[in-house]
Every structure is written in C-alpha cells, then in structure tokens.
C-alpha cells in the first residue's frame, strides 16, 4: 500500500507512536507528522528520518491532517480530543492504540462532532520497555490489530485503517465491540500482567533467584518488567472485567491447591491435561 495519499498526524513519539511513524513512513504518505511535548523526541525522529516535520503544539498539523494516530495513554487522549475537538479537519479519521476502549470510545463518541470519525483501536503489540528508543518498524509484524468500531463510524473508514495495518505487517484484523473488547482483554491481556507482578513479588527466598531461573520462570514473569503508570490506569480503568477474571482465577488455583494438599494425583493430571489441550489452540 505504498504511496498513501494524506496528511498523517502521530500524536505521542513513544514506544508504539515511534513504531508507528517508523512502519508508515515506509508506505510513502504525501505527509506524516508528530505531535510530543518532549522536544528531544521530535529532533530524534527528524533525524531517524521516520517524521517530516515534529510540532510541540498540536493545531497546526491537526488542521490539515486526514488521519490522526493517538498513541498516548487512555485518559490523555480523551483529554487531546476534547482540548483539540475544534482543530480536526473535517473528514479526519482518528484513531487510537489504547488497551482499554469501552470508556475511551463512548466518552469521546459523546461529544465529538459527526464530521469527525473516531475509530478505536488496539495493536496486540508491544515490549516490556518504553520509549522511542525502544521502537520498531517490525513490531507489528505478525501480530493482530484490533479496531472497536460503533454504528456511527463509516464502513470505508474502518475499511481504510485496516489496510494500513495490514501494510505495516500485521498478520489479522478484528472487529469487535468496545465493551466485548474489554471483557476479553481483562482476560488475555491484563490478568497475565497482574499474576506475574504478583509471582515476583512472592520471591522471599532470600536466595539469588536468578540463579535458578529457568525458561518457566523467565517466560512467566517477562511482563513484570511493567509501566506502572500505564498499567495502573489500565488495570483501574477496567477493574469491574478484572475482578471477574481474577475470581474465575482464584478458584482455578484453589482447585490445584487443594487438589496437591490431598494428594489428589487424578485431579492435578486432569487439570494439566486439560490446560494442555486449550494451549494447543492457542495459535
């Protein structure tokens, strides 16, 4: 999909906006500009070459942008579009990258005007560490990207966004209703975040773990390495989903714990098989 015919607006140079800018600026658009209040991160993208030019005040390019990419945290981009509700040119797509979107999309769906088209979305991608730095052209490759649209947005819009993505690498679309998105999200996303904080914080061994940290342990805790600013909003933002799944966890583990303290070896076969085979399809 090279030579994207718009003006593209990336507000927010971090970790996944710098992907972002890195991943379009190879399919060519007439434009592609970025919005940060970090200086040093406009300069860095202008000098990578990933941007055409960085603004630290977001009017200008907004006015002229077709397409405007919110890749800050959830309660900051709802708080962009309201400061900005009258900057957007009319017609803009927007689009944001945030991990929840019930609360995001029907806030700003409220009040945004209806030549404005906002479109949730939701790159399954991401790393353990933050920052343009840490960004990459390929880190959408291979992954799904998830877009929450609502009966008010326009079916070539929606259309359009999938397209991108598509360009940049990732291997699968999907639709899927803000609050649908959140119920499952709590479940694949969040509660893996929550149990390994917590098995880190279990570790009162008072010996060198690391020394007897196998793949198990490594594999099971690599996302404790956490934004905590960004998971705390997360995890509060979708508390009532998470409690839910965290229950449904609660007595899954007390199963096994009960099942071990009574020596209940059917019980603990029966639930590693099981769990085998719901891995298994899991692609």
Not at 149 to 160: T, Y
Not at 216 to 230: E, G, M, P
């Amino acid at each position: 999909m090279e030579g994207l015919d718009f003006n593209i607006t990336i507000v927010g140079l971090g970790l996944i906006g710098g992907s972002y800018a890195m991943a379009l600026k190879e399919l060519k658009p007439k434009n592609l500009w970025a919005v940060d209040v970090d200086e040093n991160a406009l300069n860095t993208a202008l000098n990578m070459k990933i941007i055409d030019k960085g603004y630290k005040e977001a009017e200008i390019p907004l006015k002229k942008s077709d397409i405007v990419i919110i890749a800050l945290y959830p309660k900051l981009t709802l708080d962009f579009v309201k400061k900005h509700i009258k900057d957007f040119k009319s017609g803009a797509i927007i689009t944001d990258v945030g991990g929840i979107k019930e609360e995001i999309v029907n806030n700003i769906n409220s009040f945004i005007p209806e030549d404005l088209d906002f479109i949730g979305g939701h790159p399954m991608a991401g790393r353990e560490k933050q920052g343009l730095n840490y960004a990459s052209k390929d880190i959408f490759k291979g992954a799904s990207y998830i877009f929450t649209p609502v009966e008010r947005n326009k079916e070539e819009n929606i259309q359009l966004l999938e397209r991108i993505v598509k360009s940049m690498g990732c291997k699968a679309t999907v639709r899927i209703d803000p609050k649908h998105h959140d119920e499952v999200i709590a479940f694949t996303s969040h509660l893996p975040h929550i149990l390994a904080v917590a098995l880190v914080n279990s570790d009162l061994l008072g010996v060198e773990t690391s020394l007897f940290a196998a793949g198990s342990f490594k594999d099971s805790t690599r996302v404790a390495q956490i934004n905590a600013d960004l998971w705390t909003e997360l995890l509060t933002s979708n508390r009532d989903n998470i409690i839910n799944k965290l229950e449904i966890f609660e007595e899954n583990i007390k199963i096994l714990k009960n099942a071990i303290a009574e020596n209940n070896c059917s019980l603990i076969k029966s639930e590693f098989e099981k769990a085998h085979l719901r891995r298994k399809e899991i692609v």
